[in-house]
């Protein structure tokens, strides 16, 4: 008859102490920071929240991803949103924001963390009416200048006509002397003529005396 042999005790034991220090490497880095995280709700961005989340005791970042929740109420009690989760903001170590956007309004936000340690805040946040940016004004369109009309053949002629119309220029002062000098000649003549008409109407008229 055989008898079985059971392990060896210190097997076991290797293996737990194993389990042990795997435990112990997981725990150290957040034994190291703290068990608390600091949240601060730094207000909002264009509708999204925006907070700081950094290791309460030394202010380091939070290397790990965050498990949070985000929980916020309008401030006369009417509206309630979430919860919504926090992703980390790019560029930035420590900056967290929700995805969400907050609607315009006074809100109460409480933001919850689970993971990689305890944290609470919570802040009155207001998101502010945004206006629709307004429509261009466009320039009014300037009205085309209208090309100038061709001149009709009427109208060219005017000046023809105009010129045509002008009295002709005053003749030479020397025609207008001979002309003068003819027509007093004439009436002389014509006067000279004349008186020896009436001089033969005389002669005729007296008698003849005897021989």
């Known amino acids: 008859m055989r008898t079985r042999q059971r392990p060896p005790a210190r097997t076991g034991l290797g293996v737990l102490f194993l389990l042990l220090a795997q435990a112990l490497a997981l725990a150290t880095p957040a034994q190291a920071h703290g068990d608390t995280v600091k949240v601060v709700i730094t207000g909002q961005r264009e509708g999204h929240l925006t907070t700081d989340i950094t290791w309460e005791n030394d202010g380091d970042a939070i290397e790990e991803a965050v498990a949070a929740t985000v929980n916020a109420t309008s401030v006369d009690g009417t509206r309630t949103v979430g919860p919504w989760k926090l992703v980390r903001d790019s560029g930035t170590r420590t900056g967290w924001s929700t995805a969400e956007v907050l609607p315009p309004g006074a809100w109460k936000v409480h933001v919850h963390i ?57 003749s030479d002062g020397s025609t207008f002397s001979w002309t003068t000098t003819g027509l007093a000649l004439a009436a002389l003549a014509g006067a000279a003529f004349g008186v020896l008409l009436v001089r033969r109407a005389r002669a005729r008229r007296q008698p003849r005396g005897d021989g």
Not at 118 to 130: D, F, M, N, Q, T
Not at 133 to 143: D, F, V
Not at 152 to 158: C, E, H, I, L, R
């Open 114 to 170: 689970g993971f990689p340690a305890l944290g609470h805040a919570e802040r009155e946040v207001s998101v502010p009416v945004v206006d629709p940016a307004p429509p261009s004004i466009s320039a009014a369109p300037t009205a085309p200048v209208p090309a100038p009309a061709p001149a009709s053949p009427s109208a060219t002629a005017v000046p023809s006509a105009t010129a045509s119309a002008q009295p002709a220029p005053a």
